[in-house]
């Protein structure tokens, strides 16, 4: 039973490259998010979708940051151009149905250092 | 300010005890309350989820409390195992929206 997917799991660039996280949600999920871990600040929300639109990206820092999800089976966060603040792990994860009261399932994250 | 506080920031345990992590929230108006179990390198995994009129919710040997009243949760561990070493996490929706908050995690340990 396959869950949610990310790739890469890790990725290592320099500044002022521009990054590509990819995420496939479990297959009959309708909503998928996406979230940024550090260590100071924890776990953060970034964006969702229901049935790939976009309703919330109030967490998304910067207009530097841009979630795309062109069908029902694939997400990209793009974060152009990259600064090393942006070092963290990113993930994905989708639920099934109303958001409220159902478990999002977590991807494995993609760990992202910017040098 | 919707805060998610969780305590202790870290515990150590001997294998076999049990524990008890809590989680205060002043998140209004309450939705729904999520502990969430995440191993070192992985994506978090959800332990159990309770809204306004659950107060208590199990989960094998985790067994998650709700008082909605005093806005606190506890997440009660029993028998612990070396597996149960990980970061939990409660996040706290409110209604009518996503806006889910997260507390900074509990970093449990349990030693042979």
Not at chain 1, 70 to 92: G, M
Request: aromatic letters at 10%; a neutral charge.
């Amino acid at each position: 039973d396959a869950g949610v997917i990310q790739s890469p799991r890790h990725e290592v660039t320099e500044m002022g490259q521009e990054v590509t996280l990819r995420c496939k949600p479990i297959s009959g999920h309708d909503y998928l998010f996406w979230y940024r871990q550090t260590m100071m600040r924890g776990l953060e929300l970034l964006i969702y979708f229901n049935n790939n639109v976009p309703i919330d990206d109030s967490g998304m820092p910067e207009d530097r940051f841009s979630a795309k999800m062109p069908n029902a089976s694939f997400s990209t966060l793009k974060i152009q151009p990259s600064e090393p603040r942006d070092s963290a792990v990113y993930f994905c994860a989708s639920s099934f149905r109303s958001n409220s009261n159902q478990p999002q399932h977590f991807g494995d994250g993609t760990r992202l250092s910017i040098l | 300010k919707n805060q998610v506080e969780q305590s202790p920031q870290s515990l150590i345990i001997l294998e076999g005890k049990n524990c008890t992590l809590q989680c205060n929230y002043t998140v209004s108006p309450f939705s729904n309350l999520r502990w969430y179990k995440q191993d070192t390198g992985r994506g978090p995994v959800s332990l159990t989820i309770m809204t306004f009129s659950e107060n208590t919710k199990s989960n094998g040997r985790y067994t998650a409390t709700l008082d909605a009243d005093t806005k606190q949760s506890s997440l009660h561990i029993t028998a612990s195992q070396l597996s149960d070493s990980a970061s939990y996490i409660c996040v706290v929706s409110a209604y009518g929206n996503n806006d889910m908050r997260f507390g900074a995690g509990t970093r449990l340990t349990v030693k042979p």
